[in-house]
């Protein structure tokens, strides 16, 4: 057994976790490895090989304050959570241990089959779980946090080499396809619910590659990123295979209501800093890109050249830049009051004057396809929007380069990343608002996609 830990220090007031902790610490030592990650910045990690003979410590409270250290168990599921040299790490493990410790809360980490974590949390356990796709079933005993990440499934069949057109349908519940999963993950779940039967279901990606490249399984549905590591790693060359786009899965941690309840505040706590541990944006591949640019970038033109939308910003527009310093003021606010879901009095008025009306019948107009809809004038200062944005300024955005450009035609397509004030995935179109009469740029539209409803297969 490998056990990894790191000091922590809590600060609240309640004993009474201590024996909770004991028994949840016991639970997770049964799983196999539990690396006790209690976050803090006054000592460094201790390496495996320094601790593994020692008994285990669990985190005392002392008495003046409340032990919520809490243990969260997890898979190992390559690149989100894997063992690097003893230690379990990954993207979502760093994400956590960035979050949890800005806001001072300890945790430990034991690893088992995704099946038997949920039923620990559902069993009350254990306090929580990760990585997991948003699920009603898990809702009914769990509350899921913010996205973690977002996962890209795609289906995975045997490259055909034959003269005969490959069809690029992707296969259907009750067909006579072999379908393939891993054994007990969100996919397999998800197939499930979908009512494809009489899955092949495999405990590793790499047994489950294997078994595609070798014909025994028709189709797979698995995490592109996961996907490519696997094949990587058994030496299967690309041409081998057919991969075919299926969806978007967000995943989240989920919280046992019994921890939520006795510590409510954690997980809006953990949400709010929880933006500020996300590393770079997922990259959009070409085809992605290239549908963006033919399906929805003329919608967002058209937009952007509507008579309604020219003079609704006109009707907007102020009587210029502000001061740098009523500018600082009026954003602060606007960000501190947004992120407790209020709107600051600038962004109360800006919500409710026309553009922002014509804005979200925009959006509403759209589907679920459009999350956001916001136009900000040429010195980045934001006059309308469908719904309360994360910043008053945008002059220092990638997006206010269209206030700038010499081009009018030129448009900005971001990659995807996570956005708290919409709870989406979103890529970011940005077009200026040219006015008709002299081609000067008036302001500037971006229009969020929430890319798991614009790039599935159907839309």
């Not at 088992?112 to 306090?127: C, F, I, S, Y």
Request: hydrophobic share 40%; net charge negative; aromatic share 8%.
């Amino acid at each position: 057994m490998t056990i990894l830990r790191r000091a922590g220090i809590t600060k609240n007031n309640n004993k009474g976790r201590n024996g909770l902790l004991r028994d949840a610490a016991r639970h997770a030592l049964g799983a196999g490895l539990v690396a006790m990650a209690a976050l803090c910045v006054v000592a460094p990690a201790v390496l495996a090989n320094d601790i593994v003979s020692r008994p285990v410590e669990v985190a005392q409270p002392d008495n003046d304050s409340q032990d919520n250290f809490l243990i969260l168990q997890t898979n190992l599921h390559p690149p989100y959570q894997e063992l690097r040299n003893g230690t379990l790490g990954g993207y979502s493990v760093s994400v956590l241990d960035c979050a949890f410790d800005h806001i001072g809360v300890g945790y430990g980490l034991a690893v088992a089959p995704r099946q038997r974590n949920r039923e620990m949390v559902r069993n009350g356990q254990a306090d929580g779980f990760f990585l997991a796709r948003i699920s009603e079933f898990m809702d009914e005993y769990a509350v899921a946090s913010n996205p973690l990440a977002l996962e890209k499934w795609v289906w995975v069949s045997p490259s055909r080499r034959t003269a005969e057109p490959v069809s690029a349908n992707v296969p259907k519940p009750g067909g006579f396809e072999t379908i393939g999963a891993i054994l007990g993950s969100n996919e397999a779940e998800w197939l499930a619910e979908q009512g494809y039967g009489d899955l092949v279901r495999v405990p590793l990606i790499a047994s489950l590659v294997g078994q595609v490249a070798a014909g025994r399984v028709d189709y797979a549905l698995v995490d592109k990123h996961s996907f490519e590591i696997a094949r990587n790693e058994l030496g299967i060359g690309a041409e081998q295979f057919q991969v075919q786009f299926e969806r978007y899965a967000p995943l989240v941690v989920y919280f046992s209501k019994r921890y939520v309840a006795e510590f409510p505040d954690l997980v809006n706590r953990l949400n709010t800093v929880l933006e500020f541990c996300e590393t770079s944006p997922m990259h959009l591949e070409p085809w992605e890109r290239d549908a963006i640019e033919r399906v929805q970038l003329p919608m967002v033109r058209q937009l952007a050249k509507s008579p309604d939308l020219i003079r609704n910003v006109r009707g907007a527009l102020g009587p210029g830049r502000l001061p740098a310093d009523q500018r600082r003021l009026i954003d602060e606010e606007w960000s501190t009051m947004g992120r407790l879901g209020q709107p600051s009095t600038r962004a109360r008025e800006i919500l409710g004057n026309s553009l922002s009306e014509f804005l979200r019948a925009f959006q509403l107009a759209s589907g679920e396809q459009v999350a956001e809809a916001f136009v900000f004038d040429i010195y980045g200062q934001t006059i309308g929007m469908n719904r309360l944005t994360s910043d008053y300024d945008q002059s220092d955005e990638p997006q206010y380069q269209m206030a700038q450009s010499i081009n009018r035609e030129h448009a900005l397509i971001d990659d995807i990343r996570f956005d708290a004030s919409t709870r989406t995935f979103l890529s970011q179109i940005t077009v200026p608002v040219l006015d008709p009469e002299n081609g000067q740029t008036l302001a500037v539209l971006t229009v969020g996609l929430d890319v798991s409803a614009a790039l599935r297969p159907e839309s």
